[in-house]
């Protein structure tokens, strides 16, 4: 009898050991779940930012500045370098770095395909020093330019846009640093519609 109810006792512990686990497998996967839910509701809520800023900015006019500085920099043939449309990065110093260095490694990458006369890159540096040292630094082939603003920007947003002789920014395109295959899709849509 002893021995019956020992063995009871040790099928019991074992079966309490196995729901054990499986309840803290449940609740692992459970707060896996929580985790990914959140992560596609901020990937969500970006998402809808960066679409809100980019239909606001489509169609701006862009700052005589742009065009001033253009021509009064070391940029060969000046006359011409409107007559294109050039794909533009801008950015601030101030925004944030991994952002910003991630999507000028994918737009290095991009360049190889439209060619780094194609792309202008629109920075916001304290310094001219510092831009020189960070284009340098970072081996850019396209053109950098430091300028205040462009239009009534919202701060520290990075954007790409498509510039031509009319100075309207289109296919205006804020990309997440979250989902950077949208920068990738956004490059093969504006090759196609401009730089084929």
């Known amino acids: 009898m002893v021995f019956a109810l ?30 990914r839910l959140e992560l596609v509701q901020e990937e ?8 809100k800023l980019s239909i606001l ?40 770095r991994p952002c910003i260095e991630m999507q000028l490694s994918l737009l290095k990458d991009f360049s190889q395909e439209i060619g780094a006369e194609n792309i202008l890159v629109v920075s916001s540096y304290k310094s001219r020093y510092d ?17 205040d603003s462009l239009v009534n920007e919202i701060e520290n947003i990075s954007y790409y846009f498509v510039i ?18 949208l920068t990738r899709d956004y490059f093969k849509l504006i090759r196609g519609k401009y730089f084929d």
């Open 6 to 35: 020992l063995i009871l006792n040790i099928v019991f512990l074992v079966n309490a050991q196995k729901r054990i686990v499986k309840t803290d497998t449940l609740r692992y996967n459970l707060n896996n779940a929580r985790d």
């Open 131 to 147: 831009m020189l040292s960070f284009k340098k630094i970072n081996n850019f082939d396209f053109s950098i330019i430091n300028i």
């Open 57 to 96: 900015a489509e169609n701006v006019r862009i700052s005589s500045k742009l065009i001033n500085l253009v021509n009064s920099d070391s940029f060969s043939n000046k006359a011409f370098f409107w007559m294109k449309p050039k794909l533009v990065f801008r950015y601030k110093e101030i925004g944030c």
């Open 44 to 51: 969500n809520n970006a998402l809808r930012q960066s679409i």
């Open 164 to 181: 031509d002789s009319t100075m309207i920014a289109k296919s205006v395109f804020v990309p997440l640093k979250e989902i950077p295959d």
